[in-house]
C-alpha cells in the first residue's frame, strides 16, 4: 500500500527558505519516479519537478535555480528545497509518485502520477 506524507509546509517571509520532506512507504525510491506539484484550489497541479529511480531530476524551468529536489534513498524519503521565496509561491505542495513504469509522461510531469500525499501549505508573505 502506497503512502506518502508531506511535511515542513509553513509560513515565510519573502525572500526565505524551506524544505519539505515526504516519507513514502510501500514502496522503494530508488525504483520509481517521485516528484513534487503544487496546487491552488480550483486549478490543476503545477508541475514542481521530479526524480527517477537513477537519480535524474527535473525541475519545472520557471523553478529552477530556487528550487531543487533530492531524495534519501535509505531513508525513503523525498525533499523540495525552495529558497528566495516568492508571495506566488504560496500554495500546498503535494508530493506524488509513480510506482510502475512505462509511462509515457516524464518524471515530473503531473500527469505521470498514480500516487499523492496529503499536501503540506507554504504561505509567502
Known amino acids: 500500500h502506497v503512502q506518502l506524507v508531506e511535511s515542513g509546509g509553513d509560513s515565510v517571509q519573502v525572500g526565505g527558505s524551506l524544505r519539505l520532506s515526504c516519507e513514502a512507504s510501500?514502496?522503494?525510491?530508488?525504483?520509481?519516479?517521485v516528484g513534487w506539484c503544487r496546487k491552488t484550489p480550483g486549478r490543476e497541479c503545477e508541475e514542481v519537478g521530479g526524480?527517477?529511480?537513477?537519480?535524474?531530476?527535473s525541475v519545472s524551468p520557471f523553478l529552477k535555480g530556487r528550487f531543487t529536489i533530492s531524495k534519501d534513498n535509505g531513508k525513503n524519503t523525498l525533499y523540495l528545497e525552495m529558497n528566495s521565496l516568492k508571495p506566488e509561491d504560496t500554495d500546498m505542495y503535494f508530493c506524488?509518485?509513480?510506482?510502475?513504469?512505462?509511462?509515457?509522461?516524464?518524471?515530473?510531469?503531473?500527469?505521470?502520477?498514480?500516487?499523492w500525499g496529503q499536501g503540506t501549505q507554504v504561505t509567502v508573505s
Open positions: 506524488a509518485a509513480d510506482p510502475t513504469h512505462g509511462s509515457r509522461y516524464r518524471c515530473g510531469h503531473p500527469h505521470r502520477f498514480r500516487n
Open positions: 510501500g514502496f522503494a525510491l530508488s525504483n520509481f519516479c
Open positions: 526524480i527517477d529511480g537513477d537519480g535524474r531530476i
